[in-house]
């Protein structure tokens, strides 16, 4: 079966044409399904055409199984279900320039980066375009509020999904549909390199975001399994590739643990090693480390640094010459870090009733 939701408008064109439709309808129904209407309850359709349509493609937006709402900021956790019974989270954020959401791109992740509770219980299958646009589609409907900016920072790598991925954006950017532009996109990497590169060919105006949270090799492969792959040096050279490429600036998330990499002498290291491979005679790369303390997940043992040691981290940074900020931390009191609702939710799983 088609994915309705996941198809740009020229391939449902195809689609419509193949069961005997004129393509004139592909412009009547692509704004629509954007919207969160399903073909059942689109009314410029005819019942004919329902029925064609039933008999070779499907239209699934996710379920709302669980909802959380902060007391504090107003930030909404969802536990969305997806039609096969799997589910994944998504954050939405609000800021003085709009709501932002934050959505995942598969159930589940193979990636292994310690810290995390997305990965906890590997990768089960990645998300299709429209699994993803159905995350904001469907957060937009339940809040009833227009959503302007997407982070690509939920459950799951980007880059190991990369054509779902790269499909997405060009669904969630066209201008009858969500009309979201590149510029308001935010896309993580844990530091897949190919996929850099790749991502680099497209030239698209987005912000692409590195999770480094170490400078040295030693550090870093001991939390996250992808250094192991493609080490510092390497990701780091990728990073100027990009930014040689696009012009785009990146921006590198560094979460804070107490013990592990939180010291001033580390970041020393951290302003030595970004200034050496990112700010050369032939580039003028703008660097910013976007500061997290970590999420204390159960079942990782892993402990968010003092106040004192964040501040004397970002201070370290900035004499340095490197731009740093802390996140401010929102849904504190839902646990709005994706994975930590799934993994209460038995790991999302379909329910066996």
Same mark, same amino acid.
């Given at each position: 079966?088609?994915?309705?939701?996941?198809?740009?408008?020229?391939?449902? %064109?195809?689609?419509?044409?193949?069961?005997?439709?004129?393509?004139?309808?592909?412009?009547?129904?692509?704004?629509?399904?954007?919207?969160?209407?399903?073909?059942?309850?689109?009314?410029?359709?005819?019942?004919?055409?329902?029925?064609?349509?039933?008999?070779?493609?499907?239209?699934?937006?996710?379920?709302?199984?669980?909802?959380?709402?902060?007391?504090?900021?107003?930030?909404?956790?969802?536990?969305?279900?997806?039609?096969?019974?799997?589910?994944? %989270?998504?954050?939405?954020?609000?800021?003085?320039?709009?709501?932002?959401?934050?959505?995942?791109?598969?159930?589940?992740?193979?990636?292994?980066?310690?810290?995390?509770?997305?990965?906890?219980?590997?990768?089960?299958?990645?998300?299709?375009?429209?699994?993803?646009?159905?995350?904001?589609?469907?957060?937009?409907?339940?809040?009833?509020?227009?959503?302007?900016?997407?982070?690509?920072?939920?459950?799951?790598?980007?880059?190991?999904?990369?054509?779902?991925?790269?499909?997405?954006?060009?669904?969630?950017?066209?201008?009858?549909?969500?009309?979201?532009?590149?510029?308001?996109?935010?896309?993580?990497?844990?530091?897949?390199?190919?996929?850099?590169?790749?991502?680099?060919?497209?030239?698209?105006?987005?912000?692409?975001?590195?999770?480094?949270?170490?400078?040295?090799?030693?550090?870093?492969?001991?939390?996250?399994?992808?250094?192991?792959?493609?080490?510092?040096?390497?990701?780091?050279?990728?990073?100027?590739?990009?930014?040689?490429?696009?012009?785009?600036?990146?921006?590198?998330?560094?979460?804070?643990?107490?013990?592990?990499?939180?010291?001033?002498?580390?970041?020393?290291?951290?302003?030595?090693?970004?200034?050496?491979?990112? *700010?050369? *005679?032939?580039?003028?790369?703008?660097?910013?480390?976007?500061?997290?303390?970590?999420?204390?997940?159960?079942?990782?043992?892993?402990?968010?640094?003092?106040?004192?040691?964040?501040?004397?981290?970002?201070?370290?940074? %900035?004499?340095?010459?490197?731009?740093?900020?802390?996140? *401010?931390?929102?849904?504190?009191?839902?646990?709005?870090?994706?994975?930590?609702?799934?993994?209460?939710?038995?790991?999302?799983?379909?329910?066996?009733?």
């Amino acid at each position: 079966m088609n994915d309705l939701l996941s198809c740009l408008p020229e391939e449902l %064109e195809a689609l419509l044409l193949s069961v005997g439709e004129p393509k004139y309808r592909a412009k009547q129904m692509f704004p629509q399904l954007h919207r969160g209407l399903s073909p059942d309850e689109m009314t410029n359709i005819g019942k004919a055409t329902r029925e064609k349509l039933s008999a070779v493609a499907s239209y699934h937006l996710p379920k709302v199984r669980r909802k959380l709402v902060s007391a504090l900021d107003g930030t909404v956790k969802y536990l969305f279900e997806l039609s096969d019974g799997h589910c994944v %989270e998504s954050v939405v954020m609000t800021y003085n320039h709009g709501r932002t959401i934050c959505i995942s791109s598969q159930v589940g992740c193979r990636m292994g980066c310690k810290f995390c509770a997305s990965t906890i219980g590997g990768k089960v299958r990645d998300l299709l375009p429209g699994e993803m646009l159905g995350q904001i589609i469907a957060a937009q409907k339940d809040l009833s509020e227009r959503i302007s900016n997407v982070v690509m920072m939920g459950i799951g790598e980007p880059l190991d999904n990369y054509d779902n991925v790269v499909k997405f954006l060009t669904l969630v950017s066209h201008p009858d549909g969500l009309n979201i532009g590149y510029r308001h996109i935010s896309l993580s990497t844990c530091g897949v390199v190919s996929g850099i590169y790749k991502l680099a060919e497209l030239n698209l105006p987005l912000t692409l975001s590195i999770s480094l949270h170490a400078a040295d090799d030693d550090t870093r492969s001991s939390i996250m399994p992808v250094n192991k792959r493609w080490g510092v040096d390497e990701l780091l050279t990728a990073c100027k590739d990009y930014y040689g490429v696009t012009g785009r600036r990146l921006s590198f998330e560094y979460t804070l643990i107490s013990g592990k990499n939180d010291t001033t002498a580390q970041a020393v290291h951290l302003a030595n090693v970004l200034n050496r491979h990112l *700010r050369t *005679r032939n580039s003028t790369m703008p660097i910013h480390v976007n500061l997290i303390p970590v999420n204390e997940v159960t079942e990782t043992g892993f402990v968010h640094s003092s106040p004192e040691a964040v501040s004397a981290f970002a201070k370290t940074l %900035e004499k340095h010459g490197i731009r740093a900020t802390v996140r *401010r931390t929102l849904g504190s009191d839902i646990n709005a870090s994706c994975g930590q609702l799934r993994r209460e939710d038995n790991d999302g799983r379909p329910s066996s009733s």
